[in-house]
């Protein structure tokens, strides 16, 4: 009887996504499912939501938005906490208030992802996870446990596509947000005081974060244009 060398594959990481906008749900699913070693068992819109499915599959990680429509992220974990779920929890939100951050660390939440945020972003923070989740064993010192901990904490923020810059992203996103019908591009670069072709690349970049969305615009004479609407962020 021969015995096969090779190393046992891990598990894959197992990742509910809890997210009320059924667009960003679909966005954050996709990107789980691009990271190696991790895969998304399921999505959920509410808290009682991700309660039954935490009851039907196993779950290692939550990736949750802290805004749903019957409880706020961070009373969620609490409830799960209390009844004794051990998943960890990635926060999802687009809220800045340190206090929230602060509660949330004695809750379980790991790792707190800002909206609007890039596939290269939500990818490090799991792959920072995942060399967190995969340390086991006694710890031989005080350096080895800082070492473990140090993995969950990015030293630099994920870096934006080249040619677009953060001040910039944030004022198209706000010009953006503040119009609920929506801009075409040239309306963007009106806005904002960019050239049409850069107000274009910073609304691709928002559809493939999933935070906006894009239509043709008709009733013009000539081609139509593309209209981009803010998907709702919390």
Known sequence: MTTDPRPATPDPIRVLVVEDDPVAADAHMM????????TAVGKAHTGAEARRALDRTPVDLLLLDLHLPDVHGLQLARTLRAAGYQADVIAVTSARDLAVVREGVSLGVVQYVLKPFTFATLRDRLVRYA??????GEASSQDEVDRALATLRAPNPAALPKGLSA??????????????????????AEAVGISRITARRYLEHLVDAGRAARAPQYGHVGRPELQYRWVKAH
Not at 31 to 38: D, I, L
Not at 131 to 136: R, S
């Open 31 to 38: 990107y789980v499912g691009r990271v190696p070693g991790f």
């Open 131 to 136: 060399e967190f989740h995969a340390a086991a």
């Open 167 to 188: 001040p910039t992203l944030e004022r198209v996103t706000v010009a953006l947000r503040d119009r609920a019908e929506g801009l075409t591009a040239a309306g963007v």
